[in-house]
């Protein structure tokens, strides 16, 4: 056991003696799972409290930290792994929406803390929960008291992590501008702004293309390098002798697209250094856990103190000092239903699927040539398209929809037909998609541009099984297989 170890188990033994301590994490603790850490590694699951002494008897045996669920059980210690989604949502009471907000910078993760308050604030939320992470971050919470337990037919309770996840990133977006400008303000320069390519999301440095000649025979190359790293030589093809440089020009490079900002300006885009500071939704996640307020941590021996939400700014990890410490509760006395505005905001704002966002960024800028086709038909459609249509025999149902959705809106389908459509398909799936999540999805696109399905050569198809012809791979793309057996039939089959 080395020296950090065993302090902190001296100050948990001291620390969670204290009954004020106990009985407001006990209180916490209620239809939780909660799971206790025993500095590197995690106690069994599931596990509850049941009485103040329990957490006290823990610390004696050598826990140092304690974890809990953002769902709510009926009865947590029933939870089992081999669970399906239909059993959870059964036995889930509800849920709290939980945003964990961390950064290298304690004042960054202020800034994004009350910048988020804020939004949350416009929406009509106005309890909100608030404790420091005990290392260099905030929890964020909105208890599930606020949200409402029913929307479109569809029992919130069993939209998790669905809906959560949706929230997350519809407030991420709401916050991104307001948070570069903060952090601007906050460093005085443009030290904590970097370029990223659109479609990839990769960080891109400063380049330079830079065209050669051979001396000799004349021929002529362009190279991309990077600006910070060093040249490198270019040697001719065919005489093998070191090219001399001809014009330098500079710009910004993508390796992983073969993409620069000289012919794709649009795909480069300025973002606030995700290094300096990011809001983790990996917390919604079935069963995922987070460290209950006034919890030590391991790394900092801080308690996960909670704050008053209108004071971030005052915030020092002095106030954290497991000696010093002033308890408050972490979950708000908050009006029922007070959240109902920014769950209907999330809903028609986006998708949510992790897949449809990598997505986006692949395709959602990018224009095509505005064609309308007059004889389209289910005969036109693409192989892999109508294997779709057949119904999913296994998972991949949400991604098969994105497909669609994205293929049907790029033909410009009348948004009731798209809708006709949908609903026929969900009913041959082997287990349809939720009501209210197929009218979330149809809801959002109805709002959108016509975005282009992604490309035969992505990893989505083969994913849920489908595998696209030769014929489908040579047209790269299921919009331009359906405008080319468009134009071949209007010309009498010619191709």
Known sequence: MDIKEQRIRKIAISYYSRPDVRKNMLEFSKNREVVPRYFEGFGKRPDTFNYQSDILELAKKGATSFHASEEIWQDPLELDTDMNEEQLNNMRRGWDLLIDIDSKYLDYSKLYAEILIEVLRSHGISNIGVKFSGSKGFHIIVPWKAFPKELSGQETRKMFPEWPRLICKYLSDQITEKLKNKVLDLNNNQESIEMYCFNCNNSIEPSYKISFQCPACKTESESFESAIKRKRIIRCPNCEIEMQETNKQELYFCPTCNLNSQTNKENFKERVKTQHIDADIILVSPRHLFRMPYSLHEKTSLSSAVLDPDKIKDFDIKDADPLKIQLKNFIPDVKENEASQLLIRAIEHSPIEEEEVVVKKNFGKKK???????????????????????????????????????????????????????????????????????????????????????????PYYREIGINPTTGELKSKNPVSYVIRKSFALNKGGKK
């Open 368 to 458: 095509f040539k505005d064609i309308t086709i007059n004889n389209l038909t289910p005969d036109l459609y693409p192989p892999s398209i109508k294997i779709i249509l057949k119904g999913m025999p296994s998972d991949g149902r949400k991604r098969a929809l994105f497909i669609l959705l994205s293929f049907f809106k790029s033909l410009k389908l009348d948004d009731q037909e798209i809708e006709n459509i949908i609903n026929d398909w969900n009913k041959k799936n082997y287990e349809p998609l939720r009501t209210g999540y197929i009218r979330s999805q149809l809801s959002w696109y109805k709002k959108q541009d016509p975005k282009l399905p992604p490309n035969y050569d992505k």
